[in-house]
């Protein structure tokens, strides 16, 4: 990564994203544990990594592991909590570019609304689920999350609110 002080394009952020997590996955030998690698750029040039860990009883996606890699490098949180992750990428073990389930972008409309993630416009089987025709070439662009998640429901301070207060009272509560 370069030192200067520019960001790099949209376009050449989803490419150097895409770059560094199909070298992770196609690093690794195939497997179901880990099939999907994610990639983040912070805003002060650093980019986190991670795999998923897919297990019959449930396990995160890449891009989960990624905001937690992020976290523990301290991106949001104590002394570097002004650097905030920018933009994120989700690529399977052939390197197809991977649109965020469900649940990954209301985890990222929540923790980081103001990521931009990146997405292969040739890949639109309206399922967002790297089903494009073979061989067609990828055509990246970043995207917002009001953008992948329209009228999605975003984690508030009324529902925080609410969370700490539920939580209290069950605390409280005395056995009768």
């Known amino acids: 990564m370069s030192s200067s002080k520019t960001s790099p ?12 997590a199909t070298k992770l996955i196609t690093s690794l030998p ?18 986190h990594t991670g795999l998923n860990v897919y297990h019959f009883t449930g396990g995160p996606c890449a891009e989960l592991v990624v905001l937690g890699v992020a976290a523990a490098a301290g991106v949001g949180v104590g002394l570097s909590a002004e650097t905030t992750l920018t933009a994120i990428v989700a690529v399977d073990n052939s390197g197809k570019v991977l649109s965020p389930c469900g649940r990954c972008r209301q985890v990222l409309a ?7 993630v990146v997405v292969d416009q040739a890949d639109r089987d309206g399922a967002g689920n790297g089903e494009g025709e073979e061989g067609q ?4 662009t970043v995207m917002s999350l009001g953008e992948l998640l329209p009228w999605g429901s975003l984690f508030t301070t009324t529902h925080s609110n609410l969370f700490s207060a539920r939580k209290f009272e069950s605390n409280t509560k005395q056995p009768a």
């Not at 070439?137 to 990246?140: D, I, Q, R, S, Y």
């Open 110 to 116: 929540d923790l980081w609304p103001g990521i931009g």
């Open 137 to 140: 070439e990828k055509v990246l």
């Open 9 to 20: 394009t949209p376009t050449g952020t989803a490419t150097l994203l895409l770059e560094t």
């Open 30 to 47: 195939k497997s179901d544990t880990h099939s999907v690698a994610s990639a983040a750029l912070d805003s002060a040039g650093k980019i």
